[in-house]
């Protein structure tokens, strides 16, 4: 897709579970298929991001650490 | 912890055995495998800033998670609940005064995510409330209303019980 629109959700600087419920509470505004890519510097949540969207039935489209910073990107599907 | 619960709900006749690894189930392979319980009761008795802080990112992230999620704030844990009243939590040990420093989610604001985000609910212990005089109305908007221990273990049968 040409142009996507990406929301970006900076958690940065919080601890576990706070991305994972930044994320959730941003995917429950979110359209179906719109992307959102949560930033974390918790290694824990870059951890357990992925194990949540997996079990709840999102798709999981990548995740890559930068500097510390972890880019978790899933596309809601329900 | 689990200890607690386990008493408690023999003495109330259930099934120990099953409520001894509520999390595991066996396949029809004979395989053990990990399963989530439907209903998680977390019993907060303590007000420790630690175990608070632990139960709420269990309801949090149970409740993300799909499981239905019943708090019930008993003896030291129900000051942080009344509503103009903002107790500081007693911290247990090094981690808990390391969280007050960090920018870890506040215990309040967690539970109040796991019941927006996770449908959890969350009672208070009517004799708690009895004891520190507490009419319905002084509690927080997260608090569904007041509960009994025997409704408590009425609606936690059958499900997993974690004491905090």
């Not at chain 1, 958690?11 to 890519?37: R, W, Y």
């Not at chain 2, 189930?25 to 175990?51: D, I, Y």
Request: overall charge negative; hydrophobic content about 45%; charged content about 20%.
């Amino acid at each position: 897709m040409v142009n996507e629109k990406i929301k970006v959700i900076d958690a940065t600087g919080s601890f576990c579970p706070g991305p994972l419920m930044e994320l959730i509470a941003q995917l429950k505004e979110a359209e179906i298929g719109e992307v959102l890519e949560l930033l974390s510097s918790d290694k824990g949540s870059a951890q357990d991001v992925p194990v949540w969207i997996n079990k709840v039935g999102h798709e999981m489209l990548g995740s890559e650490e930068s500097g510390g910073v972890w880019h978790i990107r899933v596309r809601k599907l329900k | 912890m689990g200890g607690c619960a386990l008493r408690l709900i023999g003495a109330l006749g259930q099934p120990l055995l099953l409520m001894r690894h509520p999390g595991v189930a066996l396949n029809l392979t004979g395989r053990e495998e990990h399963t989530m319980p439907n209903r998680l009761s977390l019993l907060c008795v303590s007000g420790s800033r630690e175990k608070m802080q632990m139960a709420a990112m269990v309801a949090a992230t149970a409740g993300a998670l799909g499981t239905e999620v019943i708090v019930f704030l008993s003896m030291n844990a129900l000051g942080y609940f009344v509503r103009g009243e903002a107790p500081k939590a007693p911290a247990e040990g090094d981690m808990g005064r390391l969280m007050a420093e960090k920018n870890v989610p506040s215990f309040r604001h967690l539970f109040e995510q796991a019941k927006d985000l996770g449908g959890a609910r969350l009672y208070a212990c009517s004799m708690a409330m009895d004891l520190l005089g507490l009419e319905e109305g002084r509690l927080e908007s997260c608090i569904e209303g007041p509960m009994g221990m025997t409704r408590f273990l009425s609606d936690a049968s059958g499900g997993q019980i974690l004491v905090f």
